[in-house]
């Protein structure tokens, strides 16, 4: 790893931590109330060790093997660990044992199998049901009519820990058009919140959309290029409508 690349992360961090603040004072939010999860996947580990230098301490991973190799060369380091992907039911194990959040939760039998591989003595895992806001069959997560029955599964489980809903955008160069489905999961969060069960975490809002997801509310946004670079090109979200880079 050359200090040159490390030097352009800790700037591209500091340049994204100003970009929500600048997005956080125009929404009239809170100055603390977003926070920033570095997605780190197919970077290697010593882009998240200067990351984590320049003060970073919640990754996001999207594949599950790729996460394991990087947790054992980081394991000095005190960082959060989120999963980002999606949930293959043969690997909850391992992001039940590893991981300290979940976001794209989408099934009710990947909740019990998370729940119970949860190792007794580690703190329930975080969850967040990721809802299908554009009704795009690419997009995976649940249509929203379904979300209130998948949080009602997940309270029931003592392995985890509802925090709220998860959202990835749909592909769309109208800002305009791009900001609906970001809505859309705010008001869904509004809808089903209760004091039993608050739904604090909006996880929503990428490179391109970060702007537009803390001014509808996003909680927690999930940055990798902007951060790290691009990624190496992914053929499948090409044929789905996502610029090269973006490397799901
Ligand atoms: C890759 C990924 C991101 C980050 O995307 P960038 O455009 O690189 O910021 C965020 N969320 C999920 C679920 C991802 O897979």
């Not at 795009?136 to 599964?153: I, M």
Request: aromatic share 4%.
């Amino acid at each position: 790893m050359n200090a040159n690349k490390n030097i352009a992360i800790d700037v591209n961090l500091a340049t994204v931590q100003f970009r929500i603040l600048a997005a956080t004072r125009q929404a009239g939010r809170a100055l603390d109330a977003v926070g920033l999860i570095a997605v780190s996947k197919h970077q290697g580990a010593p882009a998240l060790r200067a990351a984590y230098a320049a003060g970073q301490r919640a990754f996001g991973e999207s594949y599950v093997q790729e996460a394991l190799d990087k947790q054992a060369q980081l394991n000095d380091l005190a960082i959060e660990w989120h999963f980002i992907g999606r949930i293959q039911a043969n690997k909850t194990r391992p992001i039940a044992a590893e991981f300290d959040w979940v976001h794209g939760l989408a099934d009710p039998g990947h909740a019990r199998r998370l729940s119970e591989q949860r190792p007794a003595g580690r703190p329930p895992l975080k969850v967040c049901v990721q809802v299908n806001t554009s009704g795009e069959a690419s997009k995976g997560g649940v249509a929203p009519e379904a979300v209130a029955d998948l949080l009602a599964v997940c309270a029931s489980l003592s392995g985890l820990r509802v925090m709220g809903l998860m959202t990835l955008p749909v592909p769309d160069a109208d800002p305009h058009r791009r900001r609906e489905p970001l809505r859309a999961l705010r008001l869904l969060r509004d809808r089903l919140t209760t004091p039993e069960q608050p739904l604090n975490c909006l996880s929503m809002g990428m490179s391109d959309d970060l702007e537009a997801a803390v001014l509808e509310g996003a909680t927690l946004v999930r940055i990798g290029t902007a951060i790290f670079g691009a990624r190496p090109y992914n053929r499948d979200l090409a044929l789905a409508g996502f610029p090269s880079g973006i490397g799901l």
